[in-house]
């Protein structure tokens, strides 16, 4: 059974930080493009990060530029997202997506809050 599951939202301050998880199972990340996306409530979903399968690049939404970073550990078939300087804006349920020619898969969100 294929799956992504995202972990490490929860409530944090502003100025705070969280790193989100997002752990494969049933096939291995290595040569996926990995998608971080966010949801607020009443807006549509939008892309923060990606990391390429191939070769490695990133890319980042202007709003996230300097403060998140993604990254994979092949070794764990694990991405992450770090998330520093968290502002209250950035509140959202937290998608990961892993993506492969026509293969596509989606986790089941992670809330993130930040309020003080």
């Known amino acids: 059974q294929v799956t992504l599951v995202e972990s490490g939202g929860g409530l944090v301050q502003p100025g705070g930080s969280l790193r989100l998880s997002c752990a494969a199972s049933?096939?291995?990340?290595?040569?996926?493009?990995i998608g971080w996306f966010r949801q607020a409530p009443g807006k549509e979903r939008e892309g923060v990060s990606c990391l390429s399968g191939s070769d490695g690049s990133t890319y980042y939404v202007d709003s996230v530029k300097g403060r998140f970073t993604i990254s994979r550990d092949n070794t764990k078939n694990t991405a992450y997202l770090q998330m520093n300087s968290l502002k209250p804006e950035d509140t959202a349920v937290y998608y990961c997506n892993a993506r492969f020619h026509t293969l596509s898969y989606w986790g089941q969100g992670t809330q993130v809050t930040v309020s003080s």
């Open positions: 049933g096939f291995t990340l290595d040569d996926y493009a």
